[in-house]
């Protein structure tokens, strides 16, 4: 019989990320399918604390607790994973692929003996486990299963819903773990000033901007500077994500105006990057192939263009606004700025 672990980690409150209870659903639901066994490691500085989040989901619960676990240390999460899969005796592990567990638990499989698999997207099978990941940028889906144990698996974000049982009062083993001597120290953190974070995985919505909002308009000038303050008003008024199209991103290199706040780290499509929010919004952009494959994720997608016959028209999106995209936002940002007044 499979015995199945669940690995999830807390933030600095010692409050479990919304990955990690993602995974324990798809945990839960994999265990139940299987009649297996199911447990859930917790390493955070407080794991009883984080525990409660998790009473009533009927599960095993260990935990590893102090504040050598409060912040992220390859070190120390590493070990604290090692003994966790150690006290569950488990075959399977399922971690969040986060910031977090993502650089580890290669490290942890390996001292373990184990196989590891990333990106997963989905878990299948009745009598042995098949799991799902995409190959090729997204383009390419392949249903994939191990007889070699332990297995890990790292589930991508957005791919199950989120545990949401009711918190009390839960029953937690603590676990000991030898910490190896530190070598880095964490001093203190450094957060963007306010506003100019502009990728926000967990928004419910995605804005994309495309190279249109850097061309001549309609008076035959180029607006950039305008262009960006409407695009960050917009940001900072709906709290959206930011992502961009490659032509945009790529423009600074090629002598043309740009968006300043705009990096390769908010490209959508051809590096891969497939997110994963409800809605998407799509300005003036065409709705190329690359584009669109990075929006196969998105539940809602709605895109403005002054062309109607570009390809978001041709069934990539569910709602077309064929119109000038410096009206509609600038006209959005009243109404936002209207309703927080």
Same mark, same amino acid.
């Given at each position: ?5 669940? &690995? ?21 639901? &994999? ?14 500085a407080d794991g009883s604390a984080a525990a409660s989040a998790l009473a009533s989901a009927g599960a095993r619960l260990l935990a590893v607790s ?87 698996? &790292? ?12 918190p009390g009062s839960a029953q937690t083993e603590q676990v000991a773990v030898e910490l190896p001597a530190p070598h880095t120290t964490v001093t ?43 695009? &960050? ?109």
């Amino acid at each position: 019989m499979e015995s199945i672990l669940v &690995l999830t980690h807390g933030n600095e409150a010692s409050a479990l990320t919304k990955a990690s209870l993602e995974a324990v659903a798809a945990g839960m639901g &994999l265990a139940s399918r299987l009649g297996a066994p199911l447990s859930i490691g917790i390493v955070a500085a407080d794991g009883s604390a984080a525990a409660s989040a998790l009473a009533s989901a009927g599960a095993r619960l260990l935990a590893v607790s102090g504040a050598a676990f409060a912040q992220p240390r390859y070190a120390t999460d590493a070990a604290a994973c090692q003994a966790l899969c150690r006290a569950a005796r488990a075959s399977i592990v399922l971690a969040p692929e986060s910031a977090r567990f993502a650089r580890v638990m290669a490290g942890v499989a390996h001292r373990l003996g184990g196989f590891i698999d990333t990106h997963i997207t989905a878990l299948g099978g009745a009598e042995h486990v098949e799991v799902t990941r995409w190959f090729y940028r997204q383009r390419v889906e392949a249903v994939l299963s191990r007889a070699a144990r332990p297995w890990f698996l &790292l589930l991508d974000a957005g791919t199950h819903a989120a545990f949401a049982g009711a918190p009390g009062s839960a029953q937690t083993e603590q676990v000991a773990v030898e910490l190896p001597a530190p070598h880095t120290t964490v001093t203190g953190l450094r957060a963007p000033q306010q506003g100019a974070q502009t990728i926000r995985p967990d928004a419910g919505l995605l804005f994309v901007a495309g190279a249109g909002w850097t061309k001549k308009q309609a008076d035959g000038q180029v607006h950039t500077s305008e262009a960006g303050q409407i695009i &960050l008003e917009f940001l900072r008024g709906s709290g959206a994500s930011l992502g961009s199209s490659k032509s945009l991103v790529d423009q600074g290199s090629e002598g043309q105006p740009v968006l300043p706040f705009l990096t390769h780290l908010n490209q959508v499509g051809q590096t891969g990057a497939t997110p994963r929010h409800p809605k998407g919004l799509s300005t003036c952009c065409h709705g190329e192939e690359p584009h669109v494959v990075g929006w196969r994720f998105i539940g809602e997608r709605r895109a403005i263009s002054l062309d109607p016959n570009c390809g978001w028209t041709r069934g990539k999106a569910d709602v077309v606004y064929v119109a000038d995209a410096f009206q509609v936002m600038t006209k959005v940002n009243a109404l936002l700025a209207a309703r927080k007044a």
